[in-house]
């Protein structure tokens, strides 16, 4: 998919988040190519650069660039039991409030409750064990 991003941040592979608009965006004419392409909340990576650049007041440098982007993989942990290479799993989140070292990658970023995604890459069990005794394991996901 198409969108912009300030100059600077045009890197190929960059990964970020959508966080939304500002509301300068509502009166720019761009606004359904640069924000309204996007998902609020969904990390994505950059494919590809255009050549092409637009004004912008919101950027460093007041420079746009055209990219191509499509959500990025996202690594996160699941139960062991669910975690099979090509599968296609609906995320649940685990029962836990603890704040553990592992905790970040339970509840991962641009990832939300029953969101369908398909296991890319098993990675093997985690670094830490998990403080609430859950057998996990790491993946790589696509949504």
Do not use: W
């Not at 959500?71 to 062991?80: C, G, M, P, R, T």
């Not at 970023?109 to 398909?118: A, P, R, S, V």
Request: charged share 35%.
């Amino acid at each position: 998919m198409i969108t912009l991003i300030g100059k600077k941040l045009a890197k190929k592979g960059l990964i970020f988040m959508h966080c939304g608009s500002a509301p300068e965006c509502d009166e720019c004419r761009f606004k359904g190519t640069c924000v309204d392409s996007l998902e609020e909340g969904r990390m994505y990576i950059i494919k590809n650069i255009k050549d092409s650049e637009q004004k912008c007041n919101l950027h460093e440098g007041h420079k746009v660039k055209v990219i191509e982007v499509e959500k990025a993989n996202i690594e996160a942990l699941v139960d062991s039991k669910r975690a099979f290479e090509g599968s296609m799993i609906s995320i649940k989140h685990p029962n836990c409030e603890e704040e553990c070292e592992i905790h970040d990658m339970c509840f991962p970023e641009g990832l939300y409750e029953n969101d369908k995604c398909k296991i890319v890459k098993t990675l093997g069990k985690p670094s830490k064990k998990c403080a609430k005794g859950y057998d996990l394991n790491r993946v790589i996901l696509k949504y």
